[in-house]
């Protein structure tokens, strides 16, 4: 089996995007001819949690993706993690499922600044109270 790269252009952008307010999200897949992962969008700094999760069910594939999440701690005030999700929908073709589950550890090593992660194969799993839920956990 053939290793696959990580593209540095999409390790530059994702450095671009936790350094500036440029972007609001990243999503990554595996380029098809399965050697490499590549930068598949950027999104605008204007776009939303709920553009982001509708492009990861809108790809029939599986997925990487990087999101700023912004959200209120109560007195503590406003926060914003990185959250990086693995998104591997039950009906994605199983070799593209083994391919990104053999891939993703060295991509998250290679996407310092993560805070936390989702596994996620369907959508309640990367609803916007499951994430906040998680984020808040880890920040008391």
């Known amino acids: ?36 992962i590549i930068l598949a969008k950027s999104a605008p700094w204007e776009a939303t949690y709920e553009q982001f999760v509708s492009e990861l069910q809108n790809a029939k594939d599986c997925r990487y993706g990087t999101i700023l999440f912004e959200y209120d701690q109560g007195s503590d005030g406003q926060r914003s993690k990185l959250v990086f999700v693995n998104w591997a929908p039950d009906d994605a073709p199983i070799k593209s499922k083994m391919i990104y589950a053999g891939t993703k550890n060295d991509l998250k090593k290679a996407l310092v600044g993560i805070s936390v992660e989702i596994q996620a194969t369907d959508l309640s799993e990367v609803d916007k109270s499951e994430v906040l839920a998680k984020l808040q956990s880890i920040s008391k």
């Open 1 to 36: 089996m053939c290793v696959v790269q990580i593209d540095p252009q999409a390790i530059s952008t994702f450095n671009e995007f936790k350094m500036s307010k440029k972007y609001r999200y990243l999503l990554f897949r595996v380029s098809d001819d399965k050697k490499s």
